[in-house]
């Protein structure tokens, strides 16, 4: 079954300490994007990548890092910088061009 | 700036009435829109799209209905089902850029 898989499920982080969350598709699709969820805030792009070992800054990279090394594999870091981590992340991919994403179902990170 | 608003964050419907989510956004360039749903703790799923060049759009019970001189869309659920009871939010697109999000509305459909 093809898919994009996000681990883990949840996540707790003291303050002060970077975690990495696991995002992989073996869609072959060339795009990957990470949003973080807010209630009321809808989704809001952190950082995407269209091809490998590339990737920009979404709306709100800052206190963020990603990676793509390989296709498959999009993992973003959530660093000490970030302010307020405590949110919903989704991680997406698509084929290039295409604008229908497909979503991961999501990692909840709480910070205690 | 928000580009993509969805100004009612709930709805509540009776079954087997019409829901009617509305969406407006403020970039008269974005080229394609597209409409997810999403259950709690999961992840989006896609419902419908339209294309800037369509008015209306429709798939089964869904459809989708474009304003471009209002720079409104609206999605229209008839008949409405407890199983439609999720959040949806409202998406728009620029050729060659990422998805803007709206903020979601909750729609809740009552037996």
């Known amino acids: 079954d093809g898919g994009i898989t996000q681990s883990p499920k949840y996540l707790f982080r003291k303050e002060g300490q970077n975690v990495t969350l696991s995002c992989e598709q073996n869609?072959?699709?060339?795009?990957m994007y990470w949003y973080r969820q807010d209630p009321g805030q809808g989704l809001r792009l952190i950082y995407y990548?269209?091809?490998?070992?590339?990737?920009q800054k979404g709306d709100i990279a800052e206190g963020y890092s990603v990676s793509r090394e390989k296709k498959e594999s999009f993992p973003l870091t959530v660093t000490s910088a970030q302010k307020n981590p405590t949110a919903f992340y989704l991680c997406?991919?698509?084929?290039?061009?295409?604008?229908?994403?497909?979503f991961g179902s999501g990692t909840r990170l709480t910070v205690v | 700036d928000q580009q993509v608003k969805q100004n009612s964050p709930s709805l509540s419907v009776q079954e087997g009435r019409i829901s009617i989510l509305n969406c407006d956004y403020t970039?008269?360039?974005?080229?394609?829109f597209l409409w997810y749903k999403k259950y709690p703790a999961e992840g989006p799923t896609f419902l419908i799209s339209?294309?800037?060049?369509?008015d209306k759009n429709e798939d089964g019970r869904f459809t989708v209905f474009l304003n471009k001189s209002a720079k409104h869309l609206s999605l229209h659920i008839v008949p409405s089902q407890p199983g439609d009871s999720a959040v949806y939010f409202c998406?728009?697109?620029?050729?060659?850029?990422?998805?803007?999000f709206g903020q979601g509305t909750e729609l809740s459909v009552k037996p």
């Open positions: 990548s269209q091809i490998v070992n590339d990737f």
């Open positions: 997406a991919s698509s084929i290039a061009g295409y604008y229908g994403y497909t």
């Open positions: 339209i294309s800037s060049i369509k």
């Open positions: 998406a728009a697109i620029l050729q060659g850029g990422k998805l803007i």
């Open positions: 869609l072959n699709h060339d795009a």
């Open positions: 970039n008269s360039m974005f080229d394609y």
